[in-house]
């Protein structure tokens, strides 16, 4: 039988995230929450997102994507495959974006959902 699915929040996006090696606590890199540019198409070489999952148990499969809001298009995803042990516990899992490409100034949305 399934685990339960699991609430992802909050969602942070940064330049980077660094897990401590002796304690595995993520540490998030130039946090932010826009863009700037005076002209488009822009390109961004890399943001990661760090999402907690909570209320959960076992092994799934989260789905992020970043969206454009105006057109729903698709302009990153990752995909994360997790375990975790306990319900009452939470599991950090941090998606790595590659190669953005902005077309226009637009707001995004991130959606994580079950893989």
């Known amino acids: 039988m399934p685990g339960p699915t699991p609430l992802l929040s909050p969602l942070v996006v940064c330049d980077t995230v660094i897990r401590d090696r002796d304690t595995g606590k993520p540490s998030l890199i130039g946090v932010f929450s826009w863009l700037g540019a005076s002209v488009f198409p822009i390109q961004h070489p890399s943001l990661s997102v760090n999402a907690r999952a909570v209320d959960a148990q076992g092994t ?27 319900r009452l516990g939470y599991y950090d899992i941090v998606f790595e974006l590659n190669g953005l490409v902005f ?9 994580a959902l079950p893989g």
């Open 60 to 86: 799934c499969v989260i789905r992020l994507e970043l969206v454009r809001l105006d057109s729903m298009g698709t302009i990153g995803d990752g995909q994360a495959e997790v375990t975790i042990p306990d």
């Open 103 to 111: 077309p226009a100034a637009r707001s995004l949305t991130v959606p």
